[in-house]
Each structure stands twice: as structure tokens, then as C-alpha cells.
């Protein structure tokens, strides 16, 4: 299959990968500065914004990492430091089990389960707020498009109107927001043992998407380096953007290590 990406920069390759419902658009208020100092690629993951899916109604991490080994091998990178946010953070890690990764900042990642799965509440909270925005696209997508682009329509700072759209389309509407749920949080990441480059985690104090019981640092080896940053929720990236530049840079220079 052929995953959509965007390329901007020079220097190190540097991998972003979305969240559960997103599309590459997300990472839009962090391009501008990682680009640059890196080569960066930016993904929609199968199953969202302009990537087909992958076939079968569970769709894991494991799946998803694989099809960007693939288009690494497309685009001739043995490896690549990666930037994953909550799915894609839990994907990322897989990558690098794969030998593809170089370093990893996992952004409020997914797969640090305490048990076998994720918290039932935060699952039915995921799985309740993506289909109450699907029933109810028909009335609210019209009024999003409409409002998004209203100067008095609060928006993270650098998102354009066009990039928020696109966020609403994919969350209410991606084929593979079910299937990449059920496979991420029924089953833990298991391989941190084959990790053995660097590694950041970062989660915000206020998340309630990966809750402090789905934060288990045993699931990592014992050098990730572990950041929690006070007023931030789960889009820590929009939140406290220069904290996790500041990270990304640290991480691949290998300083924290």
C-alpha cells in the first residue's frame, strides 16, 4: 500500500506520526521550526486522511509501523528519528523494535498499558466522542468549515483554518479510527527490551486521554528519559510546543542519554 506524506527541511530525517483520528495536518504548528533544522516527513497513517487502510477490523500498532517500514524503504531511509503523539507514539515504538528508529519521542504515548489494555473509561470516552461526532457530521461539519476560518474561532497558535478542517473530517469520518482503536488498546507494547536508543516520553500533568494508571514506565527500558509538563493535556504538542521542540533536539543529539 502507498502511505501519504509530505516532505520539508534539510538534515537528519525526522519521522512525525499522528494520533488516533488525525492526520499528518496535525503537527502543522511544529513545522516550520523542525524544518528548519531536519529533513522531516510527515504521514497520514493507514486508515486516515489521504492513506487507503489496511484490511481486517483490528488494525495494531505493529500493522501501522510496518507499513511505514515500508515507506521508508520507498523513500531509501534505513532509519529515521521519530516523533510519535498518543497512537502514534505507541507506533513509533514499534518502528524502532523494527531497527528503524534512531531516537524516539514518544508525545503523550499510547500502549504504556498498566494491565492488558487500556483504562476501559478512557477507551469509552475515545470510542464515545468519535461517534457522537460521526452522527452528528451531517449538522456539526457544516458549521465547522464555516467557523473554523473566523478570526474570533480560537485556534493552537500556527493551525491554519484549513488544517482544522481536515482534523474534524478525520476524527468524525477516518475507516480506520475503529480498527486502530481495537488494536491499540487491547494489547500493551511489549518489545521495550529491544529499544536501545534514545528515548523521551512526554505527557501532560492534565491528560485524561492516557491517564496516569495507562503510564507504566516498565513497559520502556530503564534510559528513557521521562518528562511530565504541568497545564498540559494530551496535545501536549500544541500546548507547550517549544518544551517539545527543545525535547526533540535533546533526544537526537543524544544529550539526555
Not at 77 to 90: F, K, Q
Not at 100 to 110: N, S
Not at 122 to 145: D, E, G, I
Not at 165 to 179: M, Q, T, V
Amino acid at each position: 500500500m502507498s502511505v501519504f506524506f509530505q516532505r520539508l527541511g534539510a538534515g537528519e530525517p525526522l519521522l512525525l506520526i499522528h494520533g488516533l483520528g488525525g492526520v499528518g495536518r496535525y503537527w502543522e504548528p511544529l513545522l516550520e521550526p523542525l524544518s528548519e533544522t531536519y529533513d522531516v516527513i510527515v504521514v497520514d497513517l493507514p486508515g486516515f486522511g489521504q492513506s487507503p487502510s489496511l484490511p481486517g477490523d483490528v488494525v495494531g500498532p505493529d500493522r501501522l509501523a510496518g507499513a511505514l517500514g515500508d515507506l521508508l524503504d520507498e523513500l531509501d531511509l534505513p532509519d529515521v528519528h521519530v516523533v510519535g503523539h498518543s497512537l502514534g507514539g505507541y507506533v513509533g515504538f514499534e518502528l524502532a523494535a523494527l531497527g528503524r528508529a534512531r531516537t524516539v519521542v514518544g508525545l503523550a504515548p499510547a500502549g504504556l498499558w498498566s494491565r492488558n489494555g487500556q483504562a476501559a473509561r478512557s477507551r469509552w470516552r475515545l470510542r464515545t466522542m468519535h461517534y457522537a461526532a460521526a452522527f452528528s457530521r451531517p449538522v456539526v461539519r457544516p458549521f465547522v468549515h464555516l467557523t473554523a476560518g473566523l478570526p474570533y474561532v480560537p485556534l493552537p497558535r500556527g493551525l491554519s483554518a484549513e488544517s482544522a478542517r481536515a482534523l474534524y473530517d478525520s476524527y468524525s469520518s477516518a475507516p480506520g479510527f475503529e480498527p486502530a482503536l481495537r488494536g491499540a488498546t487491547t494489547v500493551p507494547f511489549t518489545k521495550g527490551d529491544q529499544l536501545t536508543m534514545p528515548l523521551t516520553v512526554i505527557f501532560g500533568i492534565d491528560d485524561w486521554v492516557i491517564v496516569r494508571s495507562d503510564r507504566n514506565r516498565d513497559r520502556l527500558p530503564s534510559h528513557t528519559r521521562w518528562i511530565n509538563i504541568s497545564g498540559a493535556g494530551h496535545n501536549v504538542p500544541w500546548e507547550r510546543p517549544k518544551d517539545i521542540i527543545n525535547a526533540v533536539t535533546q533526544t537526537v543529539g543524544g544529550q539526555h542519554v
